[in-house]
């Protein structure tokens, strides 16, 4: 079993910083790959960033250029460091872990989500 912990979240203005961390505790997640996907009021969930093992990364269209996805595999650590924020940013923030080494949309282990708001 693997647990995970968001942290980081809050209340910024548009324009302002954030960095989310993900720690994973029970196992080890080195040869996993991590992601964050966020759920903003009435939308589906929706994936943001993920890393591979090797930390290749993905992002999605909207966060390309102000977000950053990152790992510290001896922390056991998934970060997310979102500049630029922008008020259509505002949804809770999930950590979500992968079976494998690879991105490709399948996840078996997610945190409790973090909040993050961004206001114009």
């Known amino acids: 079993q693997v647990q995970l912990v968001e942290s980081g979240g809050g209340l910024v203005q548009a324009g302002g910083s954030l960095r989310l961390s993900c720690v994973a505790s029970g196992r080890a997640i080195t040869y996993r790959a991590g992601a964050w996907l966020r759920q903003a009021p009435g939308k589906e969930r929706e994936f943001v960033a993920g890393?591979?093992?090797?930390?290749?990364?993905r992002y999605a269209d909207s966060v390309k250029g102000r977000f950053a996805i990152s790992r510290d595999n001896a922390k056991n650590t998934v970060y997310l460091q979102m500049n630029t924020l922008k008020p259509e940013d505002t949804a809770v923030y999930y950590c979500?872990?992968?079976?494998?080494?690879?991105?490709?949309?399948?996840?078996?282990?997610w945190g409790q989500g973090t909040q993050v708001t961004v206001s114009s």
């Open positions: 890393i591979s093992w090797d930390h290749s990364t």
């Open positions: 979500a872990v992968a079976p494998g080494p690879l991105l490709d949309s399948r996840y078996d282990y």
